[in-house]
């Protein structure tokens, strides 16, 4: 399975943009890279996902490295509700199973 | 709409016991995914269940461990004899189909072996 390296951590403002890398070089073409966050004693909630082409939502943008080795998360303006440890993931889809592979994760700390 | 449901949200046993954890997915998902998370670490993948049907369970432990999900109510994770290094944060995630959806997962039970 494909693995990811993230930071262990991150220390951001509040209200100023923060970019949280992630390196997946043995990433397979059909790999979906996702991101999840995960609050204390919560379960991980979706942030976004994308395969080749950025992408943005309301939460956030994923930037994807052309050749896929790479990604970053950016959040465009930190808030301190965004303080969690961030996941990213990749979703595997050899063999007919869509598991979830996780990484260390990054916990982001805002400070007001 | 009601998100992933998980229970019990904490369970205490004794070395030997059995333990069950429920997951009721969200309403019109028939794909749930069971995770496993030890202090300090991310989450590690376990099963992977259909209606009925297991789908991928690479992750889960050779024995005392078993899932199901059947036609009718809630996907269970069965831990036969526990010992202290099952105690973690079970969490389950379910998702509308299998490939291009997001995984929802519940808040989790927290499995504490004494």
């Known amino acids: 399975d494909a693995k990811t390296t993230q930071p262990n951590s991150m220390e951001s403002n509040e209200e100023e943009p923060v970019h949280l890398p992630c390196n997946h070089s043995?990433?397979?073409?059909?790999?979906?890279i996702h991101w999840y966050r995960q609050l204390p004693s919560q379960g991980p909630e979706y942030v976004i996902h994308g395969l080749t082409s950025n992408v943005n939502n309301r939460m956030a943008s994923l930037a994807i490295a052309e050749d896929r080795k790479s990604s970053t998360l950016i959040l465009h303006r930190a808030t301190l509700r965004d303080a969690a440890v961030y996941y990213c993931?990749?979703?595997?889809?050899?063999?007919?199973?869509?598991?979830?592979?996780f990484g260390t994760g990054t916990r982001l700390k805002v400070l007001a | 709409n009601a998100g992933v449901m998980q229970n019990p949200r904490h369970l205490v046993r004794r070395r030997g016991q059995e333990a069950r954890l429920r997951c009721s997915p969200m309403?019109?998902?028939?794909?749930v995914y069971w995770y496993r998370q030890l202090p300090e670490e991310g989450l590690k993948f376990m099963v992977y269940l259909q209606k009925e049907n297991i789908i991928d369970e690479s992750g889960m432990p050779k024995e005392r461990f078993s899932a199901e999900f059947p036609k009718e109510g809630p996907s269970i994770l069965r831990i036969q004899q526990v010992v202290r290094g099952d105690s973690a944060a079970y969490f389950c995630a379910s998702s509308e189909q299998g490939a291009g959806n997001e995984q929802f997962f519940g808040p989790g039970t927290r499995l504490t072996v004494l």
């Open positions: 993931i990749l979703r595997s889809t050899t063999s007919g199973t869509y598991k979830y592979i």
């Open positions: 043995t990433i397979s073409g059909t790999d979906y």
């Open positions: 309403k019109g998902h028939s794909h």
